[in-house]
């Protein structure tokens, strides 16, 4: 089972699928209502809703697939680290004398000599050289550990680490992270759910270039905690405001058509012209029969394909108030008011009651779009991607070294040299070492060399 968790086929199999199911999370509109799918994906909506590809980072696919692919990497880990603990231990298993090439025997014989005859000197340039030293002794056995650039030996580990670090943060997200959307007019305020302290909107503002453009917009709020403020501070693009492990964003701005204030003009025969104002639902009393109620306002009136009044956006491009004028409960004039095009009114009355109305004037307050979330997973997916950077940097640029010089009185000398980028490099700078051997050692290697021969 380990090998198996362990397996390289298992990681392109896992890194394939991870792959396959973020490119469908791309092509798939994520967060949509089901009738949105039902709507534009019909013949994939079953599909998409029953394996929940609609919010697919958070469905139980994705974060299966996630899991195994951290107790992939988990289980690599612990397969390599041991005996690369080992290794950093010079607890390496020596190649028999006779099965090394002549280049590496010469190396062996060269500084065993050197570390039997003079071993100050050649501590000496070991450490010039920046190798880190370790002479053991056991007994009449002498080894010498010298080791250099340690952490390259361990940076697949360190960037696996780093991997396993940032997937937790993203499972973390993944199920614990809260998106709140909020709307808010001036004065509002707005209760967070599980949390002690309520958002206020204090004031909102934009700022305009000399041109008329828009500039920025800002929002002034204010965190309430039993009706104190506990905190005040302008939110504006970029700029969030951090509170008890929320982020406040500022997202838009727009204006609340629900809250609508509408000036209309009215004309009843031969009577004075009146101008009236009222709001979204309200009525008011004509005369002692004549009831006249404001029943909708669209800001961009156009109808869809089933013929229904609707907004195409929510910009006044052509605003539009719906109108109902009636006597003791009966209709007797209704319709929807043009601003712009008051030409174009669609009005409905009954003949003789010589009703005019027209649409003079509309208002409504802005509103400010902020978000309010929560990412208990970020600070980990930071750390990660740190982590994953000093790995790539060990892997890449530190190149472990290592070599390993055993003695023993009465026996023939052991010797390894062991690198991980290069091995030939690591030969050639260990021959012009050997370049700088005090006489003594290489007389002894000489002489070393006559008995062989």
């Known amino acids: 089972m380990i090998r198996f968790l362990s397996s390289l086929k298992l990681t392109i199999f896992l890194l394939s699928l991870i ?4 490119v469908i999370g791309t092509l798939i509109p994520q967060g949509e209502d089901p009738g949105f ?33 951290l107790l992939n990497i988990l289980f690599c880990s612990l397969r390599q680290l041991p005996v690369k603990l080992k290794q950093l231990r010079g607890e390496i298993k020596f190649i028999p004398p006779g099965v090394q090439s002549v280049a590496v025997r010469k190396l062996a014989s060269s500084f065993s000599d050197w570390f039997e005859a003079s ?21 009449e056995k002498k080894t010498l550990l010298a080791q250099k650039e340690r952490p390259g030996l361990f940076g697949p580990e360190i960037v696996h680490l780093a991997i396993m670090i940032i997937i937790v943060g993203g499972l973390i997200s993944a199920l614990f992270s809260q998106r709140i959307e909020l709307a808010l007019t001036e004065g509002q305020t707005a209760d967070l759910p599980g949390k002690n302290f309520s958002f206020r909107l204090d004031r ?97 009136f156009t109808l869809d394909p089933g013929g229904r009044p609707t907004s195409r956006s929510a910009e006044a491009n052509n605003p539009a108030v719906l109108v109902l004028v009636s006597r003791e409960g009966a209709p007797v004039y209704q319709g929807w008011l043009f601003y712009y095009h008051p030409e174009s009114n669609q009005i409905q009355q009954q003949p003789g009651s010589e009703l005019a109305i027209s649409l003079k004037k509309f208002e409504a307050p802005l509103f400010s779009g902020l978000e309010a979330a929560s990412d208990p997973g970020l600070n980990l997916v930071w750390l990660g991607c740190a982590l994953l950077f000093l790995g790539l940097l060990a892997c890449f640029y530190l190149n472990y070294r290592q070599m390993v010089i055993g003695l023993r009185p009465g026996e023939k000398p052991v010797f390894s040299a062991h690198s991980r980028h290069n091995q030939t490099t690591f030969y050639q700078e260990l021959e012009r070492l050997l370049e700088v051997r005090p006489d003594s050692a290489i007389n002894s290697d000489r002489k070393n060399e006559g008995k062989t021969k």
């Open 204 to 300: 909102f503002t934009i700022d305009y270039y000399p041109d008329g453009s828009i500039k920025s917009w800002k929002s002034l709020v204010s965190i309430l905690e039993q009706g104190q403020v506990k905190k005040q501070k302008i939110i504006e693009v970029n700029h969030p405001l951090k509170y008890d492990g929320l982020n406040f964003f500022q997202m838009s701005y727009g204006f609340d058509w629900d809250r609508t204030k509408v000036e209309l003009e009215i004309i009843s025969g031969n009577s004075a012209v009146r101008q009236l104002t009222l709001k979204v639902g309200e009525k008011v009393q004509l005369d002692s029969s004549l009831t006249l109620s404001l029943l909708n306002f669209i800001p961009d």
């Open 119 to 139: 071993p100050d000197s050649l501590l000496a340039e070991l450490r010039q050289r920046h190798y880190q030293i370790k002479i053991k002794k056991s007994g």
């Open 19 to 22: 792959i396959l199911l973020s």
């Open 37 to 69: 799918y039902q709507t534009y994906l019909p013949r994939w909506s079953g599909i998409i809703l029953s394996l929940q590809l609609d919010h697919l980072y958070r469905s139980s696919l994705f974060l299966s697939v996630a899991f195994f692919f």
